[in-house]
């Protein structure tokens, strides 16, 4: 039997409804020492999935809350076990003595995932739609809940099943006539699955390819805004961002640290990086700031250098160039369009230059439109996108396996051989969706959620 176990469900901020979750065999009889029907009846009498009306109290018997409850029997649930749903008044103060009742009448708190975890183990759901748990709490964006529902609900693994039973058959097939050869089964010919595992391996591939846009769905595109002092990065992020989130002022070196703000831009998560202005400084910390500019240069997804229209350019903005350039994208933005201006967009040396006005709005909406044609992706949110490290390392070590079969296969190396890579792709497939996976990596998964989860 499971341990009965609880947890606030809904976080720990003020809110007009709270939830107290538990789950386990006879968590109806736990919470029904602590929470009395309006009817009379026990909680194990309630009727499955309905709710029900009660007073929650404490282990000296006053009143916590008036709450509703709802009992819904195993193995129809989200662990696969029986659990009961008490749903109070928002107040921490109210969810805290309600969980303390719980612990009282038998619970204990649930760790970390652990609802989630049962849900796994209980064949509830497969690893993919686990972890996509978190990716939907954590969605910033319909497109990114959009991917993350659809794995919850199984379109992840259902992209991999069978692509793990046809190496399943394969396996099974030629281990069959190897262990029963006075049995009547079909010949074994390691051709024949050739276009299978031709068609598996594609279909490999384009989960792979499908990494970099998960990336994006989940992390954002990271922009970093380059250039020297007072050319208008600070100025450039407020527009975007809609609110004065950073602050300007006429002096040069006001920023000295990189400020991030996360913006959509047409449902494109975007994260704007702030720099300090580039240029040598015997500041100690503006030129821990200028280091830390170069740096989000690097690791920036897109580089925008800023210069300034109605000025002609200096040593630093060649400087701020130079770093811009060692971003994956870059391109250069005239701001302050509308000043009378000095630089034209020949006068730098990229392929696009926009001009914009954080004044007056002039070439934002051409800005946005510009990242999002760099970024944005015409491909279906419909749980066919990768979004982490582990999945598509998963992902390559199967497609490697599965390479080296077929290049085997087309020297003619004995089915024995061919079938050591085939098994290392099942292998790798089967720790994407738990079925072969360790307790280390499920252990490493369920510690990203949060309690109650």
Known sequence: MAEVIAAIATGTAPCAIGILRLSGDGCAEVAGRCFALKSGQPLTAAPNRRLVMGTLFDAQGRVI???LAVYTRAPHTYTGEDTVELQCHGSPAVLRAGLDALFRAGARQ???????????LNGQMDLTGAEAVVDLIDAETADAAANAAAQVGGALFRRLDPIYQNLTDLCSHYHAVLDYPDEDIPDFRLADFRTTLERDLE???QLDESCERGRILKNGVRVALLGRPNVGKSSLLNALAGFDRVIVTPIPGTTRDTVEERISLGGLPVRLIDTAGIRDSGDMVEALGVDRSLAAAKQADLALLLADAAEPLTEEDFRAIEAAKAARHAAAVLSKSDLPAVLSPEDLPFETVLSVSA???????ALSDYIRGLFASDR?????????????EAVRRAMQALSEALAAMQLGITPDAVLLEIEAAMEAIGELTGKTAREDITQRIFARFCVGK
């Open 203 to 205: 279909a490999l591939r």
């Open 110 to 120: 649930a760790r970390a995932g652990e609802f989630t975890k049962r849900s796994f």
């Open 380 to 392: 279906p949110c419909d749980g066919s996108i990768l979004t982490n490290a582990r999945q598509q």
């Open 65 to 67: 809350d008036q709450a």
């Open 359 to 365: 004044v007056t709005g002039e070439g934002l909406d």
